[in-house]
């Protein structure tokens, strides 16, 4: 009988909860340092458009009207495709394998980019690169949750949140410097090379995965027998009194699929995750903004820097916060208030810029500060089946997804910039 299904003396209690805390520091050490990492990729390779763009991307290749705004809605398109199926195919596979072998699609369309001659040719690339990059964040936060406590997800979503944040930030930082340093070396322009940076740091991230990333609690090779019954019996422990898990076994994929859409939690978090990223799109175009205000492309990428420090500041304290008072509700309120008065702000378009830029930082602060506490919460109580919880939070990535096929075109069209007042004045 394994140590942990005994009624241990209180020095064998006390070796176990060391034999688990050592257990966590290697998942740390190896899952979440690599959902981090992989993160600050993914948003750093989500954020390069828009870097590129105003740093000569719009005038080499010609990109006219709202031609960069289908460039968005394309990859959003191969992203919706994929993302879905993407985490079924992930919770019937090998994470070590699936995941790196997305990474490595994903890092050769990337070294793609850099090699554009045309408006057409982005639109095929980013089309791919939405089927690529579909599994990533869904994917890393249902494995997340397969493996750590409900009082230890909080933090660690916070840390994985914060490090999209850098990366998006990040992007704006290398892109300059690649101004600076790089423009036309090889006769290649600065936006061209942060394509192959990107594609670089995604071919490391790759190696990393088949290198160090977890399968499932039951089956990670780099685990002895007695770590995996310890990773197992302290997830089960956190399983609710009267589920029934051998009855959600012998379900079959329509029993399963009807148990999920019966969920009474999925609607809310649903909407609530779209919601939250239509607010979001608003951040986004923080760049543009000041670069159609007059500033040059390396001072609009630099601007972007300080916004995304705060925002990664404000989410790693909510996280924390959120672990130790044990409140998701509050940890949700009280950012998405400071969130609205930020949007209020912008919406208002006050100047100087430098208010204007107040806005920005505190929307993305407070709005972008509660993601992780949302996908938190809907880990914890949307379902302990780990099929139902990944197609959950499949279904909530999807319906933020969504709203982007239309949001860039109709609230965000490059062609409006800076003031977005369109549909105010019509």
């Given amino acids: 009988m394994s140590p942990l299904a005994q009624t241990p003396l209180p020095n064998t209690t006390y070796l176990n909860r060391i034999e688990e805390q050592e257990l966590v520091h290697r998942l740390d050490k190896r899952l979440l340092l690599f959902a981090m990492f992989g993160n600050l990729v993914k948003a750093l390779d989500n954020t390069n458009l828009s870097s590129a763009f105003i740093s000569g ?24 495709t994929m993302q879905i199926p993407s ?60 493996w750590y406590t409900k009082k230890e997800l909080g933090k660690r979503l916070a840390l ?21 340093t790089m423009d036309g070396l090889f006769g290649i322009s600065g936006w061209r090379w942060m394509f192959v940076f990107d594609a670089s740091i995604t071919a490391l991230l790759a190696y990393l995965g088949y290198r160090y990333l977890p399968d499932y609690p039951h089956n990670t090779a780099w685990l002895n027998k007695q770590e995996r019954e310890i990773a197992v019996k302290r997830l089960e422990s956190a399983i609710p009194t009267g589920t029934n898990t051998t009855a959600f076994t012998n ?25 939250l ?44 916060l959120s672990d130790k008072y044990r409140t998701r509700l509050w940890c949700i309120v009280i ?33 972008g500060s509660l993601t992780s506490i949302v996908m938190t919460w809907a880990s914890e109580v949307i379902s302990p089946h780990s099929e139902i919880r990944a197609m959950a939070i499949a279904i909530m990535n999807t319906s933020s997804s969504l709203m982007w096929t239309w949001v860039p075109l109709v609230l965000w069209p490059v062609t409006d910039a800076p003031f977005y007042r369109k549909y105010i004045y019509e």
């Fill in 277 to 320: 990223h239509i607010a979001m799109g608003a951040v986004h175009v923080l760049g543009i903004v000041s670069k159609k205000l007059g500033y040059d492309a390396v001072t609009a990428n630099l601007l972007t820097t300080p916004d995304t420090i705060i925002t990664m500041i404000a989410g790693l304290c909510n996280g924390f």
């Fill in 87 to 146: 985490n079924i195919l992930l919770s019937k596979t090998r994470p070590s394998i699936y995941l790196p072998a997305l990474e490595s699609i994903w890092c050769l369309l990337t070294l793609s980019m850099a090699l554009v001659p045309s408006v057409q040719a982005v639109y095929c690339i980013r089309f791919l690169l939405g089927l690529a990059e579909a599994g990533f964040y869904p994917g890393i936060v249902f494995l997340i949750g397969t």
């Fill in 57 to 80: 991307m719009e005038e080499e290749l010609n990109v006219t009207g709202i031609q960069y705004n289908w460039m968005n809605v394309l990859f959003v398109c191969g992203y919706l």
């Fill in 335 to 367: 950012p998405a208030t400071f969130g609205l008065f930020g949007i209020s702000l912008l919406a208002a378009f006050v100047q100087p810029f430098a208010f204007l830029y107040i806005g920005f930082l505190i929307t993305h602060a407070g709005l």
């Fill in 251 to 275: 379900l079959k994929k329509w029993g399963k699929v009807k148990l999920l859409l019966s969920n009474k939690y999925l609607l809310p978090f649903t909407f609530g995750w779209a919601g």
């Fill in 160 to 180: 994985l949140t914060i490090c999209g944040s850098f990366g998006a930030g990040l992007s704006g930082v290398v892109q300059a410097v690649m101004l600076k």
